[in-house]
């Protein structure tokens, strides 16, 4: 059972414009949510969180959405860049679960020139 | 660089073998995790510690096994190989911070482990 979903195993957008990357969950319990990027070869890297009790949270070219109500959360990083071509995963956590993270199966990003 | 050490970086072995992946979290934190990814898959959790002791425990086999010694870096032992086993192998650490829910998760470069 997926707990948390990205459905778009790719994406390939364009440098200097806006990537969207996706991510629905099915467990209410959930109230963390991170977004961790992976080079090849290398470990995920924390990139931004957002807490249930907030909708939005803001980093530099990286915004985190949530929707609660939809249970769907959302990276938007503008502008794009050559550096950011990498796979991003989307995780979830639940307070009673000590910090248990519960992964998407990731979406890999292309930013082309 | 995540601070987060793991070792090997690739283990090649036979099916029935044991394997140890070892692990060294950032310098201070308390806590460690340890998830698998198959191919094309997410990162599983497997079992976390806090300071020596097992806190949480994911869909690990019984085949695997892990423990935190005092000087807090960390063992996973994968015993009985299995040909399903082949994966990349992660390590996380974190603070340990007590609340539990700002306490970000730090992963180090991973273990490739295949089995033949």
């Known amino acids: 059972d997926q707990q948390v979903k990205q459905n778009s195993p790719s994406l390939s957008v364009q440098e200097g414009r806006i990537s969207i990357l996706n991510c629905d969950y099915t467990?209410?319990?959930?109230?963390?949510f991170l977004w961790y990027k992976k080079y090849p070869a290398e470990g995920p890297t924390f990139l931004i969180s957002?807490?249930?009790?907030?909708d939005k949270n803001e980093d530099g070219r990286f915004t985190v959405f949530l929707n609660k109500s939809a249970k769907h959360l959302s990276l938007h990083i503008v502008p794009s860049q050559p550096g950011d071509s990498a796979v991003y995963f989307c995780?979830?956590?639940?307070?009673?679960?000590?910090?248990?993270?519960?992964f998407g199966t990731g979406t890999r990003l292309q930013v082309t020139l | 660089d995540s601070g987060v050490t793991q070792t090997p970086k690739h283990l090649i072995t036979a099916t029935g073998q044991r394997v140890t992946l070892r692990c060294s979290p950032r310098?201070?934190?308390?806590?460690v995790y340890w998830y698998q990814q198959s191919l094309d898959q997410g990162l599983q959790f497997l079992i976390q510690?806090?300071?020596?002791?097992?806190?949480a425990k994911g869909n690990i086999l019984e085949r695997f096994s892990a423990q935190q010694f005092p000087d807090l870096h960390s063992e996973l032992n994968l015993s009985s190989l299995e040909l399903g086993d082949s994966a990349l192998y992660f390590c996380?650490?974190?603070?340990?911070?007590?609340?539990?829910?700002?306490?970000?998760?730090?992963f180090g470069p991973g273990t490739r482990l295949t089995v033949l």
């Open positions: 467990n209410s319990m959930f109230d963390y």
């Open positions: 957002i807490s249930s009790i907030k």
């Open positions: 996380a650490s974190s603070p340990g911070l007590a609340g539990g829910r700002s306490d970000t998760q730090y």
């Open positions: 510690y806090y300071n020596g002791e097992e806190r």
């Open positions: 995780a979830a956590r639940s307070t009673g679960t000590a910090s248990k993270l519960t």
């Open positions: 310098s201070g934190d308390l806590s």
